[in-house]
């Protein structure tokens, strides 16, 4: 999916003979799963764009198999400067494995329709 074809996503043998328990999943397909499902709880029909991503840290590696989790905390808001019915949110996401350990934690500043604001 990121076409990416370094062994360590591609071949198990070589995946463990570089020390893992098997295939590892490409760290950038994990940041864009891992922002992606937080969306319908947090975001779906108010995001006008995303403006960057910040202080991205792949905290434990992901294997195929495992089952993540991910939580998002709203750190910072502003109102914006150029668009009356937007602000500006900053969220930070965590996600974790099945077995609690954090894989991943990111920051995102995306735009945002504010509350009352049109959405057609």
């Known amino acids: 999916l990121t076409y990416n074809s370094a062994w360590l996503h591609t071949d ?11 295939r590892l999943v ?10 992606g499902v937080t969306v319908g709880d947090t975001t779906l029909g108010t995001t006008q764009g995303n403006l960057g991503f ?11 198999g495992d089952t993540l989790r991910s939580e998002t ?18 969220f930070e996401n965590r996600s974790y494995n099945q077995r609690d350990e954090m894989v991943l ?5 995306g ?7 049109a959405t057609a």
């Open 54 to 64: 910040s202080d991205v840290k792949f905290t434990n590696p992901v294997y195929l």
């Open 73 to 90: 905390e709203i750190i910072a808001k502003r109102e914006s400067k150029s668009r009356p019915m937007s602000g500006i949110v900053e």
């Open 26 to 35: 490409n760290s950038l397909f994990t940041l864009s799963l891992a922002c």
């Open 105 to 109: 934690s990111f920051r995102r500043t």
């Open 111 to 117: 735009m945002m329709l504010k509350k009352g604001a």
């Open 12 to 22: 198990e043998e070589y995946s463990r003979a570089q020390g893992h328990p098997g």
